[in-house]
């Protein structure tokens, strides 16, 4: 069964820092792109440092895969549920991944209760992620071709017809000719069977771990 993230998913491209507040409150948010768990607490540790007169520190992440994210979140001494809650609904909502926020608040003096600190902790949030730059992150797999010599042009005759699948081409050629295939998934199974017919089934392939 096909997913909307077969071929790809968005993340974000850099940071992004928005300033909001909420009757006296003042809170900061941070959304930064990551590769990990052991990054995105990095990145709440420096802002702790950084921050360190601040009354929390609260965040929220979300890891690739899409189909299976891991995902995270923190109050940091809010009541629960109302700061790392709606912080990573945020991050769901705008459909991202290997991205942390951390909204750090002062506390000014007046209490908000437990929905306005949802509304101010995920409006805040919001604003930093929709300011962020975004890229997008390829999903490829991974296909080596081995075949003889008087096969060669046909397949790369092949490949060029599915240039807007591809993301890349490696070939070797010490011996046999050797090429390393990265493709779409979603276009991996067509061209596979479009690259045998065009050698005539004179060639091997071995679909490699995404690198």
Partial sequence: MSSPFDDGYETLAGDSEVEH???GSRFLALASPVTGEQQALAVRNAVRRRHHDATHHCW???LAPPEAPVERGDDDGEPSGTAGAPILSAIRHRRLFDVVVVVTR???GTKLGTGGLA????????AALETAPRRRVDRVAVLELRCAWDVLGALEAELARHGDALRGV??????????EVRVLRSRAEALRRRLVDAAAGR????VLPDR
């Fill in 21 to 23: 507040r909420e009757r």
């Fill in 60 to 62: 929220a992440f979300r």
């Fill in 106 to 108: 002062w506390f000014g």
């Fill in 119 to 126: 509304r101010a902790y995920g409006e805040t949030a919001r």
């Fill in 170 to 179: 490696e070939r070797r050629f010490g011996g046999d000719p050797v090429l």
């Fill in 203 to 206: 060639l091997t392939i071995e």
